[in-house]
């Protein structure tokens, strides 16, 4: 019984991210060139929250402290520094703290889909997520790969082409899109697999219109390019 449920409910999102993913796709391309207004995503709460962290260069030093302490249980994955111990496990070192926090409410809510990280998560209150956040935006980053695969070149032609407009020329993205650069391969593929197949985990239609364009032969050649990007 469950199975079937599970089975109906699943072809139903499915077929909602379709329509959703085709409806994006038709908006122009300029309507989205700035890359904020672009997800739609209102991110007050969580930007106000990181500014009341660091008013000053000593409160923002203390926050980040308190960050470092409260990731000790997130390193034993995510890694001290923030640059993850297992390849499908992302990276959170130099990523843009709002997206941080955006992404952990939305485990929180559901809307993002993975049973450990939506336990987890709702252990942790807003304070000691925003320092987190804090905390890991300032580590550097150790990319995944320390020279481009075979394919980079290929890869970064599409990315130009399909995903620059939002995530930066440089892949560093913004307040409310990811960092690319330097990311975990496996965790690329595995993401960017979701997205095109609209699986359920992850919902942001206009993701799943780009990555839908990229040749189903050419997605490893995107993470041959992403994942060695260092700056
Ligand atoms: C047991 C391993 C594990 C631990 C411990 C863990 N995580 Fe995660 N985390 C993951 C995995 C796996 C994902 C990717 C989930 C997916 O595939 O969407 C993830 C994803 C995330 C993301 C989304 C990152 C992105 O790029 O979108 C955030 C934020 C995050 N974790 C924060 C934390 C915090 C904060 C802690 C500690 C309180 C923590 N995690 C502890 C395994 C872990
Ligand atoms: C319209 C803006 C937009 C475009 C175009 C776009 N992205 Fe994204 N991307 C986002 C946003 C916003 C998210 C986070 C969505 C969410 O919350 O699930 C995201 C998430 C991702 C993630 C998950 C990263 C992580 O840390 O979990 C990957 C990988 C990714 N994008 C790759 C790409 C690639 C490759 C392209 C081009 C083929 C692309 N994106 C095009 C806005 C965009």
Do not use: W
């Given at each position: 019984?469950?199975?079937?449920?599970?089975?109906v409910?699943?072809?139903?999102i499915?077929?909602?991210?379709?329509?959703?993913?085709?409806?994006?796709?038709?908006?122009?391309?300029?309507?989205?060139?700035?890359?904020?207004?672009?997800?739609?995503?209102?991110?007050?709460?969580?930007?106000e929250?990181?500014?009341?962290?660091?008013?000053s260069?000593?409160?923002?030093?203390?926050?980040?402290a308190?960050?470092?302490n409260?990731?000790?249980?997130c390193?034993?994955?995510?890694?001290?520094?923030g640059n993850?111990?297992?390849?499908?496990?992302?990276n959170?070192?130099?990523?843009?703290?709002?997206?941080?926090?955006a992404?952990?409410?939305?485990?929180?809510?559901?809307?993002r889909?993975?049973?450990?990280m939506?336990?987890?998560?709702?252990?942790?209150?807003?304070r000691?997520?925003?320092?987190?956040?804090?905390?890991?935006?300032?580590?550097?980053?150790t990319?995944?790969r320390?020279?481009p695969?075979?394919t980079?070149?290929?890869?970064?032609a599409?990315?130009?082409?399909?995903?620059?407009r939002?995530?930066?020329?440089?892949?560093l993205?913004?307040d409310?899109?990811?960092?690319?650069?330097?990311?975990?391969?496996k965790?690329?593929?595995?993401?960017?697999?979701?997205?095109?197949?609209s699986?359920?985990?992850?919902f942001?239609?206009?993701?799943t219109?780009?990555?839908?364009?990229?040749?189903a032969?050419?997605?490893?050649?995107?993470?041959?390019?992403?994942?060695s990007?260092?700056?």
């Amino acid at each position: 019984m469950r199975a079937v449920a599970h089975l109906v409910g699943g072809s139903a999102i499915r077929t909602c991210c379709l329509l959703l993913a085709l409806l994006a796709s038709a908006v122009p391309a300029t309507a989205a060139s700035a890359a904020g207004s672009a997800t739609g995503t209102d991110l007050t709460a969580e930007l106000e929250l990181i500014k009341s962290l660091g008013t000053s260069a000593a409160s923002r030093a203390n926050a980040v402290a308190e960050g470092k302490n409260n990731a000790s249980f997130c390193a034993n994955c995510h890694g001290e520094t923030g640059n993850s111990k297992y390849p499908e496990v992302p990276n959170l070192a130099g990523q843009n703290p709002a997206y941080l926090l955006a992404q952990m409410k939305k485990f929180e809510t559901g809307e993002r889909k993975d049973d450990f990280m939506q336990r987890l998560i709702k252990m942790l209150g807003d304070r000691a997520r925003a320092t987190v956040a804090l905390y890991y935006a300032e580590a550097g980053v150790t990319p995944a790969r320390a020279r481009p695969g075979p394919t980079a070149a290929q890869g970064g032609a599409h990315f130009t082409r399909l995903c620059a407009r939002c995530h930066g020329d440089k892949a560093l993205g913004s307040d409310s899109v990811p960092r690319l650069a330097g990311q975990q391969a496996k965790y690329l593929r595995l993401s960017l697999d979701r997205y095109r197949s609209s699986s359920g985990e992850r919902f942001f239609p206009q993701m799943t219109a780009a990555t839908a364009q990229i040749p189903a032969s050419d997605v490893d050649a995107v993470v041959d390019y992403l994942a060695s990007l260092k700056y």
